[in-house]
């Protein structure tokens, strides 16, 4: 088992910049874990969770189009940490943003979610 435990959430103004990071409680990408990739969802009042950004074992990313140019998602091994660099931000980024650990097998892992308010 695996705990995902995110950080970096906030208020930011329009055009601000913040960085979330995802720690995970042991080594992610590894046989044991059989996890295949890591990402960040994202879920705003009303609307349905929806992929931001994605990183796979083997360092593929992939970004939903509305973010790309704008957020970064990156890794840090040693740390077990995954991070999402939000720069430019905008309102309509403003949503609970749930770090996830996608599986080969097995229940996803799911963090509990950090608030990102985008607002003057």
């Known amino acids: 088992q695996v705990q995902l435990v995110e950080s970096g959430g906030g208020l930011v103004q329009p055009g601000g910049s913040l960085r979330l990071s995802c720690a995970a409680s042991?080594?992610?990408?590894?046989?044991?874990?059989?996890?295949?990739?890591m990402g960040w969802y994202r879920q705003a009042p009303g609307k349905e969770r929806e992929l931001v950004a994605r990183?796979?074992?083997?360092?593929?990313?992939n970004y939903l189009d509305s973010v790309k140019g704008r957020f970064t998602i990156s890794r840090d091994n040693a740390k077990n940490t995954v991070y999402l660099q939000m720069n430019s931000l905008k309102p309509e980024d403003t949503a609970v943003y749930y770090c996830?650990?996608?599986?080969?097998?097995?229940?996803?892992?799911w963090g509990q979610g950090t608030q990102v308010t985008v607002s003057s």
């Open positions: 996830h650990g996608e599986r080969s097998y097995g229940t996803d892992y």
């Open positions: 042991r080594s992610i990408f590894n046989i044991n874990t059989m996890v295949n990739a």
């Open positions: 990183i796979t074992s083997d360092g593929r990313t």
